[in-house]
Nanobody
């Protein structure tokens, strides 16, 4: 059974940092490409960042410079470091994974999501 689980969400004040983690319960974590998405109430899900199995990173323009995606294959974990958080960053954040030569739109594995709320 392939499973991914997010952790690290919570309430944070504007301007603060937060680090999200996504741990994969998989046989060979290093083969997976990983992505972070978020979805706010009433909005469509939006892609934030992708890191491939080879370490190539892509960011959405609206988070570039504030968010950093990185992975630790020895810990079967991908991270999203978020800095200078703003109220509009409030959303449920999801980890997404796929292996093989798939486009990110079709990565089949999802975590359950973790709530991030940015408020004073």
């Amino acid at each position: 059974q392939v499973q991914f689980a997010e952790s690290g969400g919570g309430l944070v004040q504007p301007g603060g940092p937060l680090r999200l983690s996504c741990e994969g319960s998989v046989g060979i974590f290093s083969i997976y490409a990983m992505a972070w998405y978020r979805q706010a109430p009433g909005n469509q899900r939006e892609l934030l960042a992708v890191i491939t199995s080879g370490g190539t990173i892509t960011y959405a323009n609206y988070v570039k410079g504030r968010f950093t995606i990185y992975r630790d294959n020895a810990k079967n974990t991908v991270y999203l470091q978020m800095n200078n958080l703003k109220p509009e960053d409030t959303a449920v954040y999801y980890c997404n994974a796929g292996r093989g030569h798939l486009p990110y739109e079709s990565y089949p594995y999802w975590g359950q999501g973790t709530q991030v709320t940015v408020s004073s």
